[in-house]
């Protein structure tokens, strides 16, 4: 069975950076057309793509939030690990990490159950 | 704004249909993805490239797509699919992937 488990900081203070590590089991970055993406929602609002990264390392960034965000794998440890700099109130959400499929667009198959990430000074 | 526009919400008494639309330019060119969310729960893949549906997803649950519209219709609702839908695809640009607004279904 497929898992993915999202972690790091709850609460983060205003122009810090935070940094999420998503923790994989039962697939591999290196199978074709794999990948992991972040998706961010913040309370009762919509899904929010961020950034994806491929076994290849192909990564991919909202193009909107580029210049705030840089993705990594690590496979070795099945690791995915997210950072987005000068962190904003607005920014609070709850934090998914997915396994990805395919690039036409790519699509979503197994979440994590996110973590809650509040920005507060 | 979204550039894939769906209702915010859509309601249905249990056993009829329910149809949540999707609309989008680029649409006519990229595959449309459907995500099922329950409360304080993560999202579901319900429907990818349109019209295929997962392994264990029930077979109540189809996506059709036309022009710039995708459409997943939920027949002979029940009570446990109350929930929101999302619609997910990508734009004709720089954006790789692109979530709707989300709809809420709720069933009466």
């Known amino acids: 069975q497929i898992t993915l488990k999202e972690s790091g900081p709850t609460l983060v203070k205003p122009t810090q950076t935070l940094t999420l590590t998503c923790t994989f089991s039962?697939?591999?970055?290196?199978?074709?057309?794999?990948?992991v993406g972040w998706i961010r929602q913040p309370p009762g609002k919509a899904l929010d793509w961020l950034a994806l990264?491929?076994?290849?390392?192909?990564?991919r960034y909202r193009p909107s939030l580029k210049t705030r965000l840089t993705i990594i794998k690590d496979t070795s440890k099945n690791q995915v690990v997210l950072t987005m700099t000068n962190m904003d109130p607005v920014d609070t959400a709850t934090y998914y990490c997915?396994?990805?499929?395919?690039?036409?667009?790519?699509?979503?198959?197994?979440w994590g159950l996110g973590t809650l990430v509040t920005v507060s000074s | 704004s979204y550039e894939l526009t769906q209702p915010p919400s859509v309601s249905v008494s249990p056993g009829q249909t329910a149809r949540i639309t999707c609309s989008g330019d680029?649409?006519?060119?990229?595959?449309a993805y459907w995500y099922q969310q329950k409360p304080g729960q993560a999202p579901v893949l319900v429907i990818y490239?349109?019209?295929e549906r997962p392994t264990g997803i029930p077979e109540r649950f189809s996506g059709s797509s036309s022009g710039t519209t995708v459409t997943l219709t939920i027949t002979a609702v029940q009570a446990e699919d109350e929930a929101d839908y999302h619609c997910?695809?990508?734009?004709?640009?720089?954006?790789?992937?692109?979530f709707g607004g989300g709809t809420k279904l709720t069933v009466l």
């Open positions: 997915a396994r990805l499929r395919g690039a036409t667009p790519p699509y979503f198959d197994s």
């Open positions: 490239k349109d019209t």
């Open positions: 990264i491929y076994g290849d390392d192909d990564k």
């Open positions: 680029s649409l006519t060119r990229q595959y």
């Open positions: 997910q695809s990508a734009d004709n640009g720089e954006t790789y992937v692109l």
């Open positions: 039962e697939f591999s970055l290196n199978s074709s057309g794999v990948g």
